[in-house]
């Protein structure tokens, strides 16, 4: 039972993550090694963005997170081109030191051999003796993103297929999460109603707070950010799943460009730190990945504690 709870609440909360965003300025909760050094927001610091009937609504921000699609369409539009994936995969102890890394350079060709591994470089116990990953953590990794370059596009997707097994089941309700962020997903222990942040009753524990600035140098952005008040009682704050939901908007479209999350909870069943982001940029005028960055704490009784971040980015797409 252990086994299947963390197994469902890892994959919910992984997938509530891959809505994340551009990071930067936003610190990582986590203090050790981050991967992630590349800076592609800035913010104009004597930026004043307007809300209400003068300028931006907020109901207008929120409207497009909750229906937006683009993340689920961009991690299947990659599969119609060819790209290098670099990937860099880290454990830590309890003390945040580096015990293990996974540094992986690949190739995806949307025909024939999909992937093709151009280097990779393990350090550290990362496995059993059975082959399997010491962490669910690394598991997960290979279903999200090892799975998906040894794969080709399909213009259709089987919505109907029943799922196999419980895991498969999980499966689909992540990618739910992705297609539809901010809706409740339900048949998940213990988190199925947090992961719903913008019904009248969750708003009141929440800030919303807009910017303007610059990504990759070149486009106009909005910043809409979403944190947890600071004045709540400690009781509300720690039954509050999600602290942090970043989003940035292209000012020309208002299209989603990137979101950053930063997800917490501790209860008797287990206890998560999590922050994540996701980057997309535009080619040949379709949205595509190209930066995704994790850092997280798990820890479920009985189960050894998980701690990992990863950085995977995609460059060179082409037809």
């Not at 980057?279 to 949205?287: A, I, K, R, W």
Request: aromatic fraction near 14%; hydrophobic fraction near 35%; proline fraction near 4%.
């Amino acid at each position: 039972m252990k086994k299947t709870v963390f197994c469902a609440v890892a994959f919910v909360v992984f997938a509530f993550a891959m809505l994340g965003a551009v990071q930067k300025p936003y610190a990582q909760q986590i203090p050790r090694f981050n991967p992630d050094t590349v800076l592609t927001f800035k913010l104009e610091q004597d930026a004043v963005v307007k809300v209400g009937k003068a300028g931006l609504d907020v109901e207008d921000f929120i409207h497009q997170i909750v229906t937006d699609t683009s993340f689920y369409e961009a991690f299947r539009l990659m599969k119609k081109y060819h790209f290098t994936a670099e990937n860099q995969i880290y454990t830590y102890n309890k003390k945040n030191k580096i015990t293990g890394s996974i540094k992986r350079k690949l190739q995806h060709s949307p025909a024939g051999q999909h992937l093709k591994i151009l280097e990779e470089r393990s350090s550290g116990n990362l496995r059993k003796k059975n082959g399997d990953y010491q962490l669910k953590t690394l598991d997960l990794f290979d279903h999200l993103f090892m799975g998906a370059y040894q794969s080709g596009y399909s213009p259709n997707t089987n919505t109907g297929a029943k799922p196999e097994s419980k895991n498969d089941g999980y499966k689909e309700k992540l990618k739910t999460l992705i297609f539809s962020p901010g809706r409740p997903v339900k048949g998940i222990p213990l988190i199925s109603g947090k992961t719903e942040i913008f019904t009248p009753n969750m708003r009141q524990y929440y800030d919303y707070a807009f910017a303007k600035g610059m990504y990759l140098d070149s486009i106009p952005v909005y910043r809409f950010k979403v944190t947890v008040k600071p004045d709540l009682g400690s009781w509300t704050e720690d039954g509050i799943m999600i602290k942090e939901l970043t989003t940035i908007f292209d000012q020309r479209n208002f299209q989603i460009l990137g979101r950053y999350i930063d997800m917490k909870l501790n209860n008797l069943a287990f206890d998560f730190d999590v922050q994540m982001n996701i980057e997309m940029s535009y080619f040949n005028e379709e949205l595509l990945p190209t930066k995704v960055s994790y850092q997280g704490n798990w820890n479920v009784p009985f189960k050894k504690e998980e701690r990992a971040s990863f950085l995977v980015l995609h460059k060179n797409y082409r037809l």
